[in-house]
Every structure is written in C-alpha cells, then in structure tokens.
C-alpha cells in the first residue's frame, strides 16, 4: 500500500463544491498518516490565493474550505499550485497563502512516480 497520496484539485470559482471535497478528502489522507500532496491547477490555483478560500463556505455538512486548507497545512500537508497557471491568472507566489508553493508539472510528475494513490477533483 503507498504511503504516500495525491490529490489534484482543478476548481475554485467555478466549483467549490469540487475544491471542498479535494480538501476534505486530502484530509482524510493526511490523518490516515499518508504523505500527502495537494496540485492545484487551472481555476483551483484560486484555492491558494489569499482571501479566496474564505468566499467559499458549502455548508453542512462539510467544513469552510478555508478552515479545511488551515487544517490541512497544519497537519503537515504539502500543497504546490501551477505555475504556469498562476501566470496566466496574473498571480505569483506573493498572492498565495502561507504553506502553498509554486511549482510545475514536474514536481506532478516525479510525486507520482513514487507509486501514490491520487484522485482527481
């Protein structure tokens, strides 16, 4: 069983729903005591931006999101935002929140060469 986890979020603004449940299921990962990594890309990269996360809230039952990324980074989890992505929305790592990192595909890739499990949203 790997030990280690992935989960691609790809919505923010267009789907809170979708970034939520990333959230939520990264979670999950982390408090099963897998290394877990969270990719953010397209319109999730917005999931990273500060003061964004706090305009989605789906109600019960699931937590803010911007209380389920707080938990996430706190437990240890990584989360690395697209970089072309963020350059195309007209951003940097100046607009993202603390414990999120800019990197590219490759940084995608080599986490998936380890063998990890990885769900997309």
């Not at 923010?12 to 982390?30: E, S």
């Not at 931006?49 to 990584?78: H, M, R, S, Y």
Request: proline share 4%.
């Amino acid at each position: 069983m790997a030990n280690r986890f992935c989960v691609t979020i790809s919505h923010c603004r267009t789907d809170g729903d979708k970034a939520t449940l990333g959230f939520v299921v990264a979670n999950a990962a982390q408090g099963s005591e897998k290394e877990t990594m969270i990719f953010l890309s397209t319109d999730g990269v917005y999931c990273a931006v500060n003061g964004e996360a706090e305009k989605i809230d789906e109600g019960a039952p699931f937590a803010p999101l911007k209380e389920l990324i707080t938990k996430f980074v706190n437990a240890g989890g990584k989360i690395y935002v697209c970089t072309p992505c963020l350059k195309k929305r007209g951003l940097s790592e100046a607009d993202l929140i603390e414990g999120a990192v800019p990197a590219g595909g490759a940084a995608l890739v080599e986490w998936l060469s380890a063998d990890p499990a990885c769900v997309a949203y």
